[in-house]
């Protein structure tokens, strides 16, 4: 069974940083795309960034030139380094990945979450 671990959420206050972490694990042939998303209070579910598996990047405009994507893959491990962190990127924060549990069969699987709460 494949599962999505998260890391690294809290309370910072702005301007502060945070890094956020996602590890895969189990029985699967491959990951292809990781990302992270958030949702706020109230909102919808929105993307923060991506990174395929050779290593393109993609960011919401919100976040670009703050926060950056990286990933690890010999780790299975995508990273969300947060810098200069305003109260609007207050939200809970989930993980996503696309993994191929077999070479022609790709399922999207999600973190449990982490809470980012920047104070003013």
């Known amino acids: 069974q494949v599962q999505l671990v998260e890391s690294g959420g809290g309370l910072v206050q702005a301007g502060g940083s945070l890094r956020l972490s996602c590890t895969a694990s189990g029985r699967f042939f491959s990951i292809n795309t990781m990302g992270w998303y958030r949702q706020a209070p109230g909102k919808q579910r929105e993307l923060v960034a991506s990174i395929t598996s050779s290593g393109s990047a993609n960011y919401a405009d919100s976040v670009k030139g703050r926060f950056t994507v990286s990933r690890d893959n010999a780790k299975n491990t995508v990273y969300l380094q947060m810098n200069s962190l305003e109260p609007d990127d207050t939200a809970v924060y989930y993980c996503?990945?696309?993994?191929?549990?077999?070479?022609?069969?790709?399922?999207?699987?999600w973190g449990q979450g982490t809470q980012v709460t920047v104070s003013s």
């Open positions: 996503n990945a696309h993994i191929a549990v077999q070479t022609t069969l790709t399922f999207g699987y």
